[in-house]
Nanobody, 124 residues
Framework: QVQLVESGGGLVQAGGSLRLSCVASGRTSSDYTMGWFRQAPGKEREFVAA???????YYADSVKGRFTISRDNAKNTVYLQMNSLKPEDTAVYYC??????????????????WGQGTQVTVSS
C-alpha cells in the first residue's frame, strides 16, 4: 500500500503563490506517475498537472504557464508550484499516484492512490 499526504494549501489573494506538497510513503517504486487534480464546489474533479518518472510533464490548459509540477526523489515528494493564482483556482487539490506504466496521465481512473486533499482558496 501507498500513503499520500498533501500539504501547503491555504488562503491567498489573487496574483499570489502557493506551493503544494505531496509526500508518498509505503510500497512506492521508481516507475511512477504522480498527478494533481482539483475539485471546486459543485464541480467534478479535474486534471491539473502530472509528472512521469521519466520526466514528462502534463498540464491542463487553464494552468499552463502558471503552475509547475516537480519532484524530489530523495524526499519521495511531488510539488505543485502555483503562481499568478486566480479566484477560479479555488478548489480542494488532490494528489494521485500510480506505480505501474499508464497510458494517459490526465485521467483520474489511471491513478490508484489518492491523498486526502488540501484546500486552496484564492480571494479576489
Amino acid at each position: 500500500q501507498v500513503q499520500l499526504v498533501e500539504s501547503g494549501g491555504g488562503l491567498v489573494q489573487a496574483g499570489g503563490s502557493l506551493r503544494l506538497s505531496c509526500v508518498a510513503s509505503g510500497r512506492t517504486s521508481s516507475d511512477y506517475t504522480m498527478g494533481w487534480f482539483r475539485q471546486a464546489p459543485g464541480k467534478e474533479r479535474e486534471f491539473v498537472a502530472a509528472r512521469r518518472s521519466g520526466g514528462s510533464t502534463y498540464y491542463a490548459d487553464s494552468v499552463k504557464g502558471r503552475f509547475t509540477i516537480s519532484r524530489d526523489n530523495a524526499k519521495n515528494t511531488v510539488y505543485l508550484q502555483m503562481n499568478s493564482l486566480k479566484p477560479e483556482d479555488t478548489a480542494v487539490y488532490y494528489c494521485g499516484a500510480v506505480y505501474t506504466r499508464i497510458i494517459i496521465a490526465t485521467l483520474q481512473s489511471s491513478y490508484n492512490y489518492w491523498g486526502q486533499g488540501t484546500q486552496v482558496t484564492v480571494s479576489s
